[in-house]
C-alpha cells in the first residue's frame, strides 16, 4: 500500500516548456488535489477532482491544467512553464475522512 | 472565505516540556478540523482529524481538542522529544456539498531542544 505516489520528484524547466506532474493513489479515494506551497503563502488549492470525470478550479488555477484519468491518477500540466511557478507541489488524495499527500515535486523554473 | 490562522509562527522549547500549538478559523461551519505534520523537504503526515461533532482526539502524546463555536483548536504535546521538530500544520475542511476541500494555516514552526 504505497499511499500517494507523485512523479518526478525535482525538475528543472525553462521559461516556456511544458511538463506534466503525474500523481497516483492506491487507497480508493474519489477526491484527488493539487497544491502548491511556497514560503510566507502556505499550501494553496490549484485544481481539485471531486470524483473520477469531473475538475474544478482551487484558488490558484491559472496557467495550470488537470486529468483525472481515472480513479487512481490525477495529473497536473503546465502548457508553458513561467518563473513564478517555481514551487513544491503536492498530491493528496480524500475520502471525506481526512487528507493524505504525496511526498511532493519540488519545480524551478528558469 | 474561510481563513485559518496559526500562532505562534515559530516555537523554540526544552526537551521534556509539554507545549501547545494554536488554530483558529473564522467560519464556524466546518466538516472536521486536521493536524499535519511537516519535515523539512517532505510532504505533509496526518497526525490527528477532530469531526464537527467531537471534542478532541488522542494519539500517543498529542493531543487535539476543537471548540467549533469559539473557531479554535489546540494541539498538545506532551514531553516534547527532539523529534518534534517540525512544521505543524492546522487545516480545515468546510460543511456543505462538494470535494471535502481544506483551508490551511501557515504552521508553526517547532524547534525542541535537547
Known amino acids: 500500500n504505497a499511499g500517494v505516489t507523485q512523479t518526478p520528484k525535482f525538475q528543472v524547466l525553462k521559461t516556456g516548456q511544458s511538463m506534466t506532474l503525474q500523481c497516483a493513489q492506491d487507497?480508493?479515494?474519489?477526491?484527488m488535489y493539487w497544491y502548491r506551497q511556497d514560503p510566507g503563502m502556505g499550501l494553496r488549492l490549484i485544481y481539485y477532482?471531486?470524483?473520477?470525470?469531473?475538475?474544478d478550479k482551487g484558488e490558484v488555477p491559472n496557467g495550470y491544467n488537470v486529468s483525472r484519468l481515472n480513479k487512481r491518477e490525477f495529473s497536473l500540466r503546465l502548457e508553458s512553464a513561467a518563473p513564478s511557478q517555481t514551487s513544491v507541489y503536492f498530491c493528496?488524495?480524500?475520502?471525506?475522512?481526512?487528507?493524505?499527500f504525496g511526498p511532493g515535486t519540488r519545480l524551478t523554473v528558469l | 472565505k474561510q481563513e485559518v490562522t496559526q500562532i505562534p509562527a515559530a516555537l523554540s522549547v526544552p526537551e521534556g516540556e509539554n507545549l501547545v500549538l494554536n488554530c483558529s478559523f473564522t467560519d464556524s461551519a466546518i466538516y472536521n478540523l486536521q493536524w499535519f505534520r511537516q519535515d523539512p523537504g517532505k510532504g505533509l503526515t496526518s497526525l490527528l482529524l477532530i469531526q464537527s461533532s467531537q471534542r478532541e482526539q488522542t494519539s500517543g502524546r498529542l493531543n487535539a481538542s476543537l471548540d467549533k463555536s469559539s473557531g479554535r483548536s489546540t494541539l498538545y504535546i506532551a514531553a516534547s522529544q527532539p523529534g518534534d521538530s517540525a512544521t505543524y500544520l492546522c487545516?480545515?475542511?468546510?460543511?456543505?456539498?462538494?470535494?471535502?476541500?481544506?483551508?490551511f494555516g501557515k504552521g508553526t514552526k517547532l524547534s525542541v531542544i535537547p
Open positions: 487545516a480545515v475542511e468546510d460543511s456543505g456539498a462538494g470535494s471535502y476541500q481544506l483551508t
Open positions: 477532482s471531486a470524483s473520477e470525470g469531473t475538475t
Open positions: 493528496a488524495s480524500s475520502s471525506g475522512t481526512g487528507e493524505f
Open positions: 487507497m480508493n479515494h474519489n477526491s
